[in-house]
Structures are given as structure tokens and as C-alpha cells.
């Protein structure tokens, strides 16, 4: 079985946490170690369009989830972040959670961190070459699943 990340169809080897009604899955192109993904099951573009129970369960993930990431890769704070709507940014029309674990000194102005998430999956910054292998991203997705056990 896969997952359906708008366009995407997501390995369940990248996927390291399912809910009732969410999933979570490593990024292909992570702009800080351990930034992540927080999905509904559901394709659903926008939040708005979201079920109560969905917006829930997404948001109970994303908590869980935001503790993991920042323990396992050694974070101290955490930036959560949503582009709801092409003009917000967003270039997979799924509704998606990005968590992602900040330290000390990660970014020399502190917002620049946004510009960052703007700009690394959009056109002439995001070819294949600058993914990261399935092979990576499976032993991420394996390492964080040990977590949620
Ligand atoms: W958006 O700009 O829509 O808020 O963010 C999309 C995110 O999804 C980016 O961080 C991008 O790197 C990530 N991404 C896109 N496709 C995949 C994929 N197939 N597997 C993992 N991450 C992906």
C-alpha cells in the first residue's frame, strides 16, 4: 500500500507514522536535519477544507511528531509551518504539516529559515539530483518509527 501526497505516491518506507486520519513521511529535500512532513490521509488541498476530526487528528500528530524530531536530532525548538495555497507558497496541493527542529546558531537570522522553506522545493531548486536517495530517507523513516512503537 501507498500513500498519496498530492501528485506524489509515498513509499510506506518513508512513512514513519500512521494515525487514524494522518501520516507522517521524511522530506525529500530537507531544508534542516529532521525537517518533516505531517499529511491528512485524505487529499485535501487546503485547510480549510479539512474535517474537524481531521484537523484534530493532524494536529495530534504533528505534536507527537514535533517532540520526536526535536529529541532525535538533538533540537531545542521547533518551527511549524503551513503554505495553505499557492500564493502562501504551497506546491503540493496536500495539506501538509512542516516540522522542522531548530537549534542554536542554525540560521544566522532566525526568520531566514522561511526564505529557506520558500525557496528549496520550487522550480530550478528542486531537480532529482538534489533529492535525497530512497535509501536515506527509508533509514530516517526506519529510525523514527521506533519512536511511535
Ligand atoms: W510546500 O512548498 O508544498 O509547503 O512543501 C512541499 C514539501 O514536500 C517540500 O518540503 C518538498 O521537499 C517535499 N516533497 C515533495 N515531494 C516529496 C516526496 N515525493 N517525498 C518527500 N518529500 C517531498
Not at 500528530?61 to 538533538?74: C, L, M, P, S, W
Not at 499557492?86 to 537570522?109: C, I
Request: glycine residues 6%.
Amino acid at each position: 500500500m501507498s500513500f498519496r501526497f498530492g501528485q506524489h505516491l509515498i513509499k510506506p518506507s518513508v512513512v514513519f507514522l500512521k494515525t487514524e486520519l494522518s501520516f507522517a513521511l521524511v522530506n525529500r529535500k530537507p531544508v534542516v536535519p529532521g525537517h518533516v512532513l505531517v499529511c491528512p490521509l485524505r487529499l485535501v488541498e487546503r485547510f480549510c477544507d479539512l474535517r474537524p476530526e481531521e484537523v484534530a487528528d493532524l494536529f495530534l500528530a504533528t505534536q507527537r511528531v514535533g517532540t520526536v524530531v526535536e529529541k532525535h536530532f538533538q533540537g531545542t525548538s521547533l518551527t511549524f509551518s503551513m503554505q495553505d495555497g499557492p500564493e502562501a507558497g504551497q506546491t503540493v496541493r496536500h495539506v501538509h504539516v512542516h516540522v522542522l527542529p531548530r537549534k542554536a546558531g542554525d540560521f544566522s537570522r532566525n526568520d531566514s529559515i522561511y526564505d529557506e522553506l520558500q525557496k528549496h522545493d520550487r522550480e530550478g531548486k528542486d531537480s532529482p539530483a538534489s533529492w535525497r536517495s530512497e535509501e536515506e530517507m527509508a533509514a530516517e523513516a526506519a529510525a523514527l518509527r521506533v519512536y511511535f512503537q
